[in-house]
Nanobody, 118 residues
Framework: VQLQASGGGLVQAGGSLRLSCAASGRTLSSYIMGWFRQAPGMEREFVASIRWSVGSTAYADSAEGRFTISRDNRKRTVALQMNSLKPEDTAVYYC????????????WGQGTLVTVSS
């Protein structure tokens, strides 16, 4: 699976951004797609995930209620709608994929930078 993330940028606190991840390669029906982020000097952390086949989602506490993950079967894309952004959301955001039965994400995109100004 090849992943290409896009949509990052600079936004003021309280604003919104929509990230997109285009997936190519294998059939995605048996995959879980996730978004992770890594802030400067910090470890990479989980943000949200969606199981492609059924659309079930999971969120980190920091994202719950503000971010929404979704997928478009026809376009083979996964989106992360981010609202009410905070300066602490500043990070490089990565999309990733794993088989639903796997413990670890195997496929990673290149990352897109989100900067939230106060």
């Amino acid at each position: 699976v090849q992943l290409q993330a896009s949509g990052g940028g600079l936004v003021q606190a309280g604003g919104s951004l929509r990230l997109s991840c285009a997936a190519s390669g294998r059939t995605l029906s048996s995959y879980i797609m996730g978004w992770f982020r890594q802030a400067p000097g910090m470890e990479r952390e989980f943000v949200a995930s969606i199981r492609w086949s059924v659309g079930s989602t999971a969120y980190a506490d920091s994202a719950e209620g503000r971010f929404t993950i979704s997928r478009d079967n026809r376009k083979r894309t996964v989106a992360l709608q981010m609202n009410s952004l905070k300066p602490e959301d500043t990070a490089v955001y990565y999309c990733a994929a794993k088989a639903f039965y796997s413990d670890s994400y195997l496929y990673w995109g290149q990352g897109t930078l989100v900067t939230v100004s106060s």
